[in-house]
């Protein structure tokens, strides 16, 4: 079945620097999302990428779609304590296989 | 007001119990979910339905059984309840096809 791998588990940061999660996919996507899970609390969506080498940027965030739609990055510029949480990818497959697969998720924290 | 609410907020019970969740969503969407989030925050689904019938049923024990009494409203009930079963249990709701998840704040099920 449909895998969606998402590196890496965790990522501790000081404020100020940058800080990138990937997901990979065992098969093509249709479309990717992401999402965000404070601590404590319930997965938010941020964002859909639908088409292949897609770019969208929701201010210091930047969420990219491979070229073969099998994998995705999400880029944090100069982080903040705000981000701090848990970040999701989550794939969606093509065909008969249209279920929306979720990553294990990469925990953020951020040292101020 | 809530989009999707789910109660409890929290469960505690023992072993052998049965026990259910509620869920409605004020958004209007024809797509409800159950999502089970385990302690290493791995978000797995476990059902869903598109105006009140299933379309997905994951492995999922029979232990879980899921209603849904109107588009509005998905409830999971749990019988015979196991200490594998403490989780955080998420509803969810979509417009259905690509679009995003809205999800409740959970339901934080612990089985002593």
């Known amino acids: 079945g449909q895998q969606v791998m998402q590196i890496p588990q965790y990522q501790h940061v000081q404020e100020g620097e940058d800080f990138t999660t990937y997901c990979n996919s065992s098969?093509?996507?249709?479309?990717i999302q992401w999402y965000k899970q404070r601590p404590g609390g319930h997965p938010v969506f941020l964002i859909q990428l639908v088409k292949s080498g897609e770019v969208k940027k929701q201010k210091r965030l930047t969420f990219q779609f491979g070229e073969a739609k099998k994998n995705s990055s999400l880029h944090i510029t100069a982080t903040q304590t705000t981000d701090v949480g848990t970040y999701f990818c989550?794939?969606?497959?093509?065909?008969?296989?249209?279920?929306?697969?979720f990553g294990k998720g990469t925990l953020l924290t951020v040292n101020p | 007001d809530t989009a999707v609410s789910q109660t409890p907020k929290y469960l505690v019970t023992q072993m052998g119990n049965d026990k259910s969740i509620k869920c409605e969503q004020n958004l209007g969407h024809d797509t409800m979910y159950w999502y089970k989030q385990d302690s290493k925050k791995f978000l797995k689904i476990m059902f869903s339905?598109?105006?009140?019938?299933?379309?997905i049923n994951e492995t999922v024990p029979n232990r879980f059984s899921p209603k849904s009494p109107d588009k509005a409203h998905l409830n999971l009930h749990i019988n015979s309840l196991e200490l594998g079963d403490s989780a955080v249990y998420f509803c969810a709701s979509s417009q259905g096809g690509d679009s995003p998840l809205h999800f409740g704040n959970g339901t934080r099920l612990t089985v002593t």
């Open positions: 339905y598109n105006n009140k019938e299933l379309i």
């Open positions: 989550a794939g969606r497959g093509g065909g008969s296989n249209y279920k929306l697969t």
């Open positions: 098969t093509t996507l249709s479309n």
